[in-house]
C-alpha cells in the first residue's frame, strides 16, 4: 500500500497576492502523518485545508476559520495533489498566497526543492463508486467511478481567443507538472477596473495573468494554444484536494468554476457519509428472534439495531 508523504525540509518563498496585491512569505514545512494540508496564519490561528472550512469561491477559493481568512490556496493545493503530497504546514504572513507566475509550476519548484519523504502510515485514496453530479444551467460537474484520476473539461466561450477548448487527462505527477501546472490564470481586460473596485486583481499584471483584450491577449504569447481550459483542469485538480485525500474517478466538467467546483466537493462529501451510514448499518449484527419476545422484535426492528451497535 502507498505511504502518505510530506516534505523533507522547510521552504520559503516571497510574492504579491493577486486580488490584494498585498507582500506574502509563504513558508512549507514538513508535517506528521494523518495532518492534511494545514494553513496557519499571520496571528497563528491555524485552518485546515477541507470542505468544512471553504468560507468563499467567489473568483478564488477562500478557507477561514475564527473569521480569519486565506485566499487564494487552489494553486498551491494543486501542486500538492498532483505531487502526492499528503501533510504539509502553511505558513502565510498575509491573507493571500502569493500569485507566483499565475500558475502552479512556482508551487511545484517549491516542493520539488524542499524534498519529499514517506511516513509511516498508509495513503487513503477516496474512491468514486457511483457518479455524482452538480449544475447550474447548463454549466456542471460529474464524477464517475474509474480506476484513475482523470479530468475532461470542456471550456465554451464566446470571446474569439478562447472559443471551444475542449481537454481530457489522466492526471499523474508526470502529466500534472507538464501539462497542467504552467497553465496561468486568465482574466478581461474589460473586467479589470470593476473588479478592482471589488477588491479583486490589485495585484494582478502581465506578470502573474493571461489579460484578454477585445481580439487577443496582451501577454506576449500563450504556453498552450488551450491554456485556458487547461488553468481550469488546474483549479479543479486543487479545489478537489480539499477533500483531504487523492481521489480516484473521472471527473467530467463543462464551463464550471471555483462556486461550481465547492458544490461537487459537498456532494461528494454528502456521499461519503452516506456511505458510511450504511456501511455501519451492514455491520448490525441482528438480535436473533426468541420465543419470548417475538411480537417486540417485528415491531421494532431498528431499535433492536440500534442497541446492537
Do not use: W
Not at 119 to 129: E, G, H, S, T
Not at 137 to 154: A, N
Not at 223 to 249: M, T
Not at 287 to 297: D, M, R, S
Request: proline share 5%; aromatic share 4%; hydrophobic share 45%.
Amino acid at each position: 500500500m502507498e505511504s502518505q508523504r510530506t516534505i523533507r525540509r522547510k521552504v520559503s518563498i516571497e510574492g504579491v497576492g493577486l486580488h490584494t496585491g498585498e507582500p506574502v512569505t509563504l513558508t512549507l514545512s514538513p508535517a506528521a502523518s494523518d495532518t492534511g494540508i494545514l494553513f496557519r496564519a499571520a496571528d497563528g490561528t491555524l485552518i485546515p485545508a477541507n470542505t468544512d472550512h471553504v468560507v468563499n469561491s467567489h473568483f478564488a477559493t477562500t478557507i477561514g476559520a475564527f473569521g480569519v481568512r486565506v485566499r487564494t490556496v487552489e494553486h498551491l493545493m494543486a501542486a500538492a495533489h498532483g505531487l502526492g503530497i499528503d501533510n504539509l504546514l502553511v505558513d502565510v504572513s498575509a491573507g493571500e498566497l502569493p500569485a507566483m507566475d499565475g500558475s502552479a509550476t512556482g508551487f511545484v519548484e517549491m516542493l520539488e526543492r524542499a524534498g519529499r519523504v514517506s511516513l509511516p502510515a498508509p495513503r487513503k485514496a477516496l474512491m468514486i463508486d457511483e457518479p455524482i453530479r452538480v449544475e447550474d444551467g447548463d454549466r456542471f460537474i460529474q464524477v464517475v467511478p474509474s480506476d484513475t484520476f482523470r479530468i475532461s473539461y470542456t471550456l465554451d466561450h464566446d470571446h474569439p481567443v478562447i472559443r471551444l477548448q475542449v481537454a481530457s487527462l489522466e492526471i499523474t505527477e508526470t502529466t500534472f507538472v507538464d501539462e497542467v501546472a504552467p497553465a496561468r490564470t486568465y482574466g478581461f481586460l474589460r473586467d479589470v477596473g470593476a473588479m478592482r473596485r471589488n477588491g479583486l486583481a490589485r495585484g494582478g499584471s502581465l506578470d502573474n495573468a493571461i489579460v484578454v483584450g477585445k481580439r487577443s491577449v496582451l501577454n506576449d504569447s500563450l504556453r498552450f494554444a488551450d491554456e485556458f481550459v487547461r488553468h481550469k483542469i488546474l483549479d479543479l485538480v486543487g479545489d478537489l484536494f480539499l477533500l483531504g485525500r487523492p481521489l480516484v474517478g473521472h471527473v467530467v466538467a463543462r464551463n464550471a468554476g471555483h462556486a461550481l467546483n465547492y458544490q461537487i466537493l459537498v456532494a461528494i462529501q454528502k456521499a461519503m457519509t452516506a456511505d458510511r451510514r450504511r456501511a455501519r448499518m451492514r455491520a448490525v449484527t441482528p438480535l436473533a428472534p426468541t420465543a419470548t419476545a417475538p411480537a417486540f422484535e417485528s415491531a421494532c426492528p431498528v431499535a433492536l439495531g440500534t442497541a446492537a451497535r
